[in-house]
T-cell receptor, first 114, second 111 residues
């Protein structure tokens, strides 16, 4: 289970505030991903990055932003433009580019916005 | 884009019985189909995957079958045990190297 960490485990914010979720991995993985998990909705891809300094929008990128300045880090910012930000956020990483490999997930951050 | 449908959403079986979860996908270019297990309060973990050049793959009590023509794939768990109780997610991925997940199946194995 080790190797990919997310912090904090629980996060509370007021509506209208931006918030940044941390994701760090020491697995030397090239690719990193952010998913949102809502009850009954499965895992929905927000953003993904296959290499440092490059990232692509997933299926629900509106209201979110990311950066990939270092191989081991892929922070996600939930902006005030995200209409329904309360959710469980999962970060994942996988080795290699240009192919599918196992995605290793972090423990998740539960964000509550009131 | 890819659309992955997963059925059933809940499945209850008796210990020792088999469980089958089915998924369909829409993008004929998809070529990678993993299955993840998420126990309550834990992170998803890969249990088995299959690529489009293979029709079936087995790992002990778990097997996955893929029908590319019909665009569906299934997870089979034999001799179920209480520790198999979890949410199972299927996913499909293609040339853009992103995965699209199904909505999940809550499997309950009753002792």
């Amino acid at each position: 289970d080790g190797g990919i960490t997310q912090s904090p485990k629980y996060l509370f914010r007021k509506e209208g505030q931006n918030v940044t979720l941390s994701c760090e991995q020491n697995l030397n993985h090239d690719a990193m991903y952010w998913y949102r998990q809502d009850p009954g909705q499965g895992l929905r891809l927000i953003y993904y990055s296959q290499i440092v300094n490059d990232f692509q929008k997933g299926d629900i990128a509106e209201g979110y932003s990311v950066s990939r300045e270092k191989k081991e880090s892929f922070p996600l910012t939930v902006t005030s433009a995200q209409k329904n930000p309360t959710a469980f956020y999962l970060c994942a990483s996988s080795t290699g580019q240009g192919a599918f490999y196992e995605q290793y997930f972090g423990p998740g951050t539960r964000l509550t916005v009131t | 884009g890819e659309n992955v449908e997963q059925h059933p959403s809940t499945l209850s079986v008796q210990e020792g019985d088999s469980a089958v979860i089915k998924c369909t996908y829409s993008d004929s270019a998809s070529n990678y189909f993993p299955w993840y297990k998420q126990e309550l309060g834990k992170r998803p973990q890969l249990i088995i995957d299959i690529r489009s050049n293979v029709g079936e793959k087995k790992d002990q009590r778990i097997a996955v079958t893929l029908n590319k023509t019909a665009k569906h794939f299934s997870l089979h768990i034999t001799e179920t045990q209480p520790e198999d109780s979890a949410v199972y997610f299927c996913a499909g991925g293609g040339s853009n190297y992103k995965l699209t997940f199904g909505k999940g199946t809550l499997l309950t194995v009753n002792p």
